[in-house]
């Protein structure tokens, strides 16, 4: 079965390519609204009450106006680092499991001992954790450089070309820890994303689905996957926080003021980011309704 399992590893990276690739101008979209950039005006609108509200331009506005100032190439900026780094994350991935395989534990209901499947739930999420820290410090270095060379289109600089320059510059320039910087708050929504669904998963499924419903099983799978787009929510901040601090500062307009002022550590980050109501910015990238004073509307 060894060639078997390298074939589908192999397969595995080249999905998670494909997949990367697909959603880059998404994701690309996504982190210069992160980052504060608003090239657009607010178009005003109509809410769900029928009253009138400012919108800034949503996905697709935004990409026809990244096409226009660069070409549709222009959407795929950044892209070769960022498919180095996920297939580094594939690629860890597969190698902290096979180092450190998880035993198989026979599958528990919650007519068995609750502290059984609780220890199983436990056992499974520290395993996960630990696989996806690992893939994470290992891809962070190609995150950041991929999150610079996307910022750049804000001040249309070229500081960061190629990969390979731009390590030796993040080396000259920050030393080792500049491929690193955003990875606290990253790992840590991370760590508090697992927890909170494989926990939440579970207790729902033990109490809130009884066994004796016929369709027990495909609820409880569901239950892991509407627990997962709830928790992201709430591990949001974490995200935006990581990405703001890796281009924080580097040099670029987009980490400087007046997009965001220099921080000196990411709780700094989220304390100015808070104060401002703008731990969410970003998370939606169709309904963006622009902060705005109430006053600025005649009523009608």
Request: some cysteine.
């Amino acid at each position: 079965g060894g060639a078997r399992a390298e074939g589908a590893e192999g397969l595995f990276v080249v999905l998670g390519a494909g997949l990367a690739a697909a959603s880059h101008p998404l994701l690309y979209v996504k982190l210069l609204v992160q980052v504060g950039h608003e090239p657009l005006p607010p178009t005003v609108g109509r809410n769900v009450l029928g009253r009138k509200v400012l919108y800034l331009p949503g996905f697709f506005t935004y990409a026809r106006h990244i096409v226009e100032v660069d070409g549709k190439r222009g959407l795929f900026r950044g892209l070769t680092p960022r498919l180095i780094s996920s297939t580094l994350s594939t690629i860890t991935r597969g190698s902290v499991k096979k180092a450190f395989p998880l035993e198989d534990m026979e599958h528990v209901s919650n007519k068995d001992d609750v502290k059984t499947s609780l220890r199983k739930v436990v056992k499974e999420t520290s395993h996960e954790m630990m696989m996806q820290c690992m893939s994470r410090v290992v891809s962070h270095p190609l995150h950041v450089i991929s999150m610079r060379c996307m910022v750049q289109f804000v001040g249309r600089e070229v500081k960061y070309s190629g990969v390979f320059s731009a390590i030796g510059r993040i080396f000259k320039e920050e030393g080792i820890l500049g491929f690193f910087v955003g990875l606290v708050p990253h790992i840590l929504g991370d760590v508090i994303f697992l927890w909170c669904c494989n926990l939440l998963a579970h207790f729902i499924n033990t109490y809130a689905v009884d066994d004796n419903f016929s369709q027990a099983s495909v609820i409880r799978s569901y239950t892991k996957f509407v627990m997962g787009i709830a928790v992201s929510m709430l591990t949001y901040p974490f995200l935006l926080v990581g990405d703001l601090m890796a281009v924080n500062n580097c040099g670029l307009r987009a980490g400087l003021p007046p997009y965001a002022p220099a921080f000196t550590s990411w709780i700094h980050c989220w304390r100015y980011l808070s104060a401002q109501g703008q731990l969410f910015r970003g998370s939606s990238l169709l309904f963006r309704r622009a902060p705005m004073p109430a006053a600025c509307f005649p009523i009608d």
